[in-house]
Structure formats: C-alpha cells, structure tokens
Nanobody, 126 residues
Framework: QVQLVESGGGLVQAGGSLRVSCAAS????????MGWFRQAPGKEREFVAA????????NYADSVKGRFTISRGNAKNTVYLQMNSLKPEDTAVYYC???????????????????WGQGTQVTVSS
C-alpha cells in the first residue's frame, strides 16, 4: 500500500504564492508518476499538474501553466506544487495522487491514478 499525505495549504491573498507538499510512503510501490488535482465546491475534480518518475516529464493544465510548478524532492518520495500569482478561482482542495503502474506517464485523468491523499485546502482571497 502507498500512503500520500499533503501539507502546506492555507489562506493567501490574490497574487500571492503558496507551496503545497506531498509525502509518499509504502513498501508496495517504489516508482510511480505523481499528480496534483483540485476540487472546488460543486465542481468535479480537475487536473492541475503531473510529473513522471522516469524521464522527468511534466504536464500542466492550461489554467495554471506559467504560474504553477511541480517538482520532486531529491529522495523522490516528496512532490511539491509551487503556486504563484494565485487567483480566487484557484481556491479548492488540492489532492496529491500516484500512478503506480505507469511511472513514465503524466496523465490528466483521475481514474489513471491508484492512490490519493486526503487533500489540503487552498483559499485565495480577493
């Protein structure tokens, strides 16, 4: 089993920055692609960013490209999402996800991910 724990959410003003973190642990899976998704009240979960385990490829939603950056820690068991120039529409619960079977991919589809964290709230005020 793989466990994912997010942290770093909070309240920020529009135009500000925030970095959320995802710590992964578990014996079953050692290599996997990682993704960030978000879900606002009344909306379905949407893709934000992803990074592959093999090749270092990244993938970003058009709405965040140029503002958000996904990265891995040196130990490869931690993934970060640096969020700059935040907008009120970025307000959502942010979820970390792991694709345990296809480490070379950066999927935008939630069903492709095998494990999910509990989420961390990000609120952007005007």
């Amino acid at each position: 089993q793989v466990q994912l724990v997010e942290s770093g959410g909070g309240l920020v003003q529009a135009g500000g920055s925030l970095r959320v973190s995802c710590a992964a642990s578990g014996r079953t899976v050692s290599n996997y692609a990682m993704g960030w998704f978000r879900q606002a009240p009344g909306k379905e979960r949407e893709f934000v960013a992803a990074i592959s385990r093999i090749g270092g490829g990244t993938n970003y939603a058009d709405s965040v490209k140029g503002r958000f950056t996904i990265s891995r820690g040196n130990a490869k068991n931690t993934v970060y999402l640096q969020m700059n120039s935040l907008k009120p529409e970025d307000t959502a619960v942010y979820y970390c996800a792991a694709d345990a079977t296809r480490p070379w991919t950066t999927s935008r589809i939630p069903v492709d991910y095998d494990y999910w964290g509990q989420g961390t709230q990000v609120t952007v005020s005007s």
